[in-house]
């Protein structure tokens, strides 16, 4: 493995050796509780009692306490279900891609990431089941044989999704749970309570680092990350034929499935950083998620946004050269119509702010950076909300146009998977080490083998 | 000392990988064969030494992948063509473009279980006992420690003459792991 070290500084604090790697992130859950952790669960909980409560209203008295109606049938619920399913992808995006790449600077958070995505994707399902107007029946969606006699149409890209987003759930925990076992191991070996040393004695499963067993490890890893590889495509690409496949103007376009993916890692780079930048700060892991890491991230954001960017231009581009009236009616809409206010913010803040990601001196100013982060998280939020209410709030016959705006309990159950995302997050960064151990120990210069073969 | 416990093997601990990866080459060219190294992270040296080089895995994940294409297409292949035919504008029944995400859905599903569980029955997990644990000082092999353990059942394997041959390659500890 190359470790490249050259003008942006190391990938890995000097000093460290196999002890104080392993220690110090191993520290973060096994010591005491730490006031501020308490305090960011507390606040998360209680955000999310506020989507127990939605949901428990949503399951009395139906999904008419949503804001959705008539032409546009989808709304915050299906922004969100893109919006949570985006964020994701970066998770995977670090962990498999950039490992197939050899890319070591993946190693200080890829897990972290991958934690991010799970959770991001829990939080995704749930959209679409409660969607569903009767969720306890969402087992309909599934191909089981049953009384009824009949099987879900396999030509609708909604079941496209129910299969694409179920084996993406699969697939990352499968990747996450591979990645934590030797690290699972330590934490068994280092625990000083009985209980840690059982409960992660019975995760690890037994791993002892035979030579034998790592061997099949790193095949069986590798092959994760190839497979996750595609799929992190796939799967964004039909969220997007969920809408391209329609023929709703501002949904039927070619450039749908890339400019999702590329939105998608986008988004998920964004709450990477958002996310990264404080806990580095309050657990003390600038060694180990360094600004170099912050560098290359804020990079990978610039150039998805470029490509998001150039999404939104062959949108106007592509309505104006097929001439097609109730294309160039759609981008008319959007830029002069009754939601042009968040076009305009979604520009603001999904294309122009990220721009300041050219310059050297904000990539590695943190709090500006952070702002950066946070514009993106809100601007690829907008960007779901002009593609689905304004494509469909005015499509080709104006007697059946409309308008749409959240209720509370909309915006209650958003606050709420916040709330979700941040409970299960606190919670894993207490309860497992969110740096992967073992591949932080392959980092330093002392795991090489110095002698040549003979 | 003098109890003689059923013994697995022997065990010596070293401080780092340098040390560990010519040690197993020296017992390899006196002849052991039965041993095995216990690294804190994945070393290919080490298992160039043992001569650990192939494994099954990517052959069961191949199988893995063409058993979930295969059910993929199979699956809506029988649903929407021979027991639910649904005749929408005269389209074909077995519509191949529309079928194709889940079937690479259910390729990839079916490839990555076989690789998680295909890893780990090979290796034999979970094992909830293992002797090499009974050594206190092997908790430090998830941490910084190589351990190098020659087995027992190795026919060169001898008490005594073992233990004087890993104490010569300067280990940090050499303990006896009873079974």
Known sequence: MSAPARDLGPIIGPGHTFETVTDKIAAVVLSETRRGWMLGFGVSFVLLTIFLQCVAVLLVRGIGIWGINIPVGWGFDIINFVWWIGIGHAGTLISAILLLFRQTWRTSINRFAEAMTLFAVACAGLYPILHLGRPWLFYWLLPYPNAMGMWPNFRSPLMWDVFAVSTYATVSALFWFVGLIPDLATLRDRSTSKVGRIIYGILAMGWRGSARHWNRYETAYLLLAGLSTPLVVSVHSVVSFDFAVGIIPGWHATIFPPYFVAGAIYAGFAMVLTLTIPLRVYYGLEDFITMRHINYMARVMLATGLVVAYGYMMEIFMAWYSGNPFESFMVENRLTGPYRTLYFALILTNVIIPQLLWFQRVRTNIPLLFMVAMSINIGMWLERYVIIVVSLHRDFLPSSWGMYAGTIYDYGTFIGTIGLFLTLLFLFIRLLPMISIFEMRTLLPEAKVKEKHA | ?179
């Open chain 2, 1 to 179: 000392m003098t109890a003689r416990v059923p013994l697995y093997g022997l065990m010596a601990e070293f401080a780092d990988v340098n040390h560990l990866v010519a040690a197993i080459r020296k017992l390899r060219q006196m002849g052991y064969r039965r041993m095995d190294a216990y690294t804190p992270f994945p070393v290919e040296e080490v298992w160039e030494e043992l001569g650990v080089h192939r494994n099954m895995v990517s052959f069961l994940v191949f199988c893995g992948g063409l058993t979930g294409a295969l059910f993929g297409i199979g699956l809506q292949y029988w649903t929407s063509v021979i027991d639910y035919p649904i005749n929408v504008g005269g389209r074909p029944l077995f519509s191949i473009p529309a079928f194709v995400p889940v079937t690479f859905e259910c390729t990839v599903l079916f490839a990555a279980l076989t690789a998680v569980l295909g890893m780990l029955a090979l290796n034999g997990l979970p094992a909830p006992y293992h002797p090499v644990f009974n050594v206190p000082r092997f908790a430090l092999a998830s941490r910084d420690r190589f351990f190098l353990c020659v087995e027992a059942t190795d026919p060169l394997f001898d008490r005594e003459g073992t233990r004087r041959v890993l104490e010569s390659l300067s280990p940090v500890s050499v303990a006896e792991v009873s079974d």
